[in-house]
């Protein structure tokens, strides 16, 4: 449940938001919050509104009802550019990676460093990806290696660099070890860790609850459009959690 | 820190051999069978006629027409979007720039009036095509069709002699239907020049960055605020404005504007792309390779016309060709990656 008096510390708010698509209402009046350098888990099964509220948050999505507070002021976030621009970065689950670009290409797109005319400024772009790179623990051997050429890890490692090297203040992970190997999980699991020692705050985005239980911190648990718990580590165990979302996605809430 | 580190480091060292190969082999392949092809042409061609300086230079005047609309298609492509369209809007500006000079304008405006309505076209093939989110190959075939039928209706398929308007040895002429240092055509020079501009966008300008993305991975270059629509609908102008100077050119160069002109182009580009190593799923491809493609068709018709290939018979050759191209890039892309 929220603390009312820690108010200052939180770094977004998202208050009562509505979302429809169509004849479908995908998110019904949800009320979500992170405060600075907080990991937040937030579960639920397919189809509960988990990555709807969240692309809403960046940009994606405009709600049709509904207020965001980023750091104090309320916004209005158009497109992802402007969450980008508020500093929210978002790791997709269909990976937003061109898988036939390299690594450095992948890192800057669409915020290329430029010199002049638009001319891109290849030399910064290789440095600083591989600087963003290694900060994550991920020692790659060249910045032209094509992304497709990466094991799964790797190539989150990429899309997580990118926020770290854009100095982003709030990372959202949507279902980020999903389809991963076991080992590859280990790695995206450490990249947040990393995230998390920057001072950065992570909202990690799964239906695996073994995932999001050995990070985060807090979590939500959202079904059929609304949230339906929130607990904090301490209140809960593995197997508790589990059955928090068992128990909320068979619930019948009307 | 991070689990198996090491075999990882191995593994991707691996990975970047094998991948340099794999690029140096993919332009490379292009290249060899290019080369194999004017050796074999200069070898067999009756009095080694392929290389005579005439079919050199002649060459070099017609290639162009198909080859400056290339590099705009394999731009186009690159962003995952074909235009077949391309075989009419030639046809159609080279009809605007005749007619224009027909009017009284002088060859220079009827040419940028002409290359202006490529443009447009080419804005209003990319506006259907991002906005009704059909697949291009559909909406370019029906403006490919739309178009050559008006244009068919408007001429009353009649030719129009351009030559009374177009001074010989003007300046005009010159700059399209010209020498440089008395042998080296000036259509060429055309080609060299807008193939080096459109390589450093497409691979040294931020937009061509934006090229590739849309290509590659449309949703991830929308998620990281890449107006994707703009990319396509800029790339399909380009291709519009190609037309229309390749237009002028070959109108320039016959002496007259013919309905007929471009007609099954809107194949070949796509051929010579693919050819050149342009993936058909877009993301893929490069300017040299582009270049090459579109060296390669025409030197493949000129080559076997030499031969004494039977005229009608050439296409079945460029199919083969084309055919053989795609299977050697993809096996050499599964052998190697």
Not at chain 1, 121 to 134: C, F, G, P, R, T
Not at chain 2, 18 to 29: C, D, I, P, V, Y
Not at chain 2, 75 to 100: H, K, N, R, W
Request: with cysteine; glycine share 10%; hydrophobic share 50%.
């Amino acid at each position: 449940m929220s603390n009312e008096n820690n108010n200052s510390d939180l770094l977004v708010k998202m208050t009562n938001i509505h979302k429809w698509f169509g004849r479908v209402y995908a998110v019904r009046g949800v009320d979500f919050q992170v405060r600075q350098g907080e990991t937040v888990g937030l579960l639920g099964d397919n189809g509960a509104g988990k990555s709807t509220l969240i692309k809403i948050l960046c940009g994606y999505h405009q709600a049709e009802k509904g207020d965001i507070i980023f750091e104090g002021k309320k916004v209005r976030i158009n497109s992802p550019r402007e969450a980008q621009k508020l500093g929210i970065e978002t790791v997709y689950q269909d990976q937003a990676l061109a898988p036939n670009l390299s690594i450095a290409r992948n890192v800057f797109m669409g915020r290329e460093p430029v010199k002049g005319m638009g001319m891109l400024d290849k030399k910064l772009m290789d440095e600083e990806s591989m600087k963003a790179l290694s900060n994550l623990g991920l020692r790659l051997d060249s910045p032209d290696l094509p992304v497709i050429t990466l094991s799964g890890g790797g190539r989150q490692g990429v899309a997580i660099a990118r926020a770290l090297h854009f100095k982003a203040k709030l990372v959202i992970l949507d279902e980020p070890t999903v389809a991963l190997s076991v080992k590859e999980v280990g790695e995206v699991l450490e990249f947040i860790k990393q995230l998390r020692k920057e001072g950065i705050s992570v909202v990690f985005i799964s239906h695996n609850i073994y995932h999001a239980f050995s990070i985060a911190e807090r979590f939500v648990v959202m079904a059929r459009g609304k949230v339906m718990r929130e607990v904090t580590k301490e209140e809960v165990t593995l197997d508790k959690l589990n059955e928090l979302v068992i128990e909320s996605a068979i619930v019948d809430i009307d | 820190m991070v689990f198996g580190m090491k075999e990882e480091v191995e593994n991707r060292k691996m990975n970047v051999k094998s991948f340099r190969s794999f690029l140096a082999q993919r332009s490379a392949t292009t290249l060899v069978v290019f080369i194999a092809l004017v050796v074999i042409f200069s070898l067999f061609t009756r009095n080694h006629v392929f290389i005579g300086q005439r079919n050199i230079t002649a060459l070099g005047k017609l290639f162009p027409d198909l080859g400056i609309i290339a590099l705009g298609v394999g731009m186009l492509m690159i962003s995952g979007e074909f235009d077949l369209s391309v075989a009419s809007v030639l046809p159609f500006t080279s009809y605007i720039f005749a007619q224009f000079m027909l009017g009284g304008y002088a060859p220079f405006w009827a040419l940028l009036v002409a290359i202006g309505i490529g443009g447009m076209l080419g804005l209003l093939n990319g506006i259907i095509v991002v906005k009704t989110n059909m697949p291009s190959f559909i909406v370019t075939l029906a403006t490919l069709m739309f178009w050559r039928g008006v244009l068919f209706v408007w001429s009353r398929m009649m030719p129009l002699n351009i030559r009374p308007f177009v001074e010989r040895g003007s300046l005009f002429e010159q700059a399209m239907n010209g020498t440089v240092a008395e042998f080296f055509p000036i259509q060429t020079v055309w080609f060299i020049i807008f193939s080096v501009v459109l390589g450093i966008i497409l691979h040294f300008h931020r937009f061509g960055n934006w090229i590739f993305a849309t290509g590659d991975n449309r949703d991830a270059a929308r998620a990281m605020g890449i107006n994707t629509n703009l990319v396509k609908i800029i790339c399909f102008i380009i291709v519009g404005l190609l037309c229309g100077l390749s237009g002028g050119l070959q109108t320039v160069r016959l002496g007259s504007f013919a309905a007929t002109q471009g007609i099954g182009f809107e194949l070949r580009a796509i051929a010579a792309c693919v050819v050149g190593g342009v993936s058909l799923r877009g993301g893929i491809g490069a300017m040299g390779g582009i270049v090459l493609g579109a060296l390669t068709i025409p030197i493949l018709d000129n080559g076997l016309i030499l031969m004494r290939v039977p005229v009608f018979g050439i296409t079945a050759f460029i199919g083969l060709a084309t055919i053989l191209f795609v299977l050697l890039n993809s096996y050499v892309e599964r052998k190697l990656m």
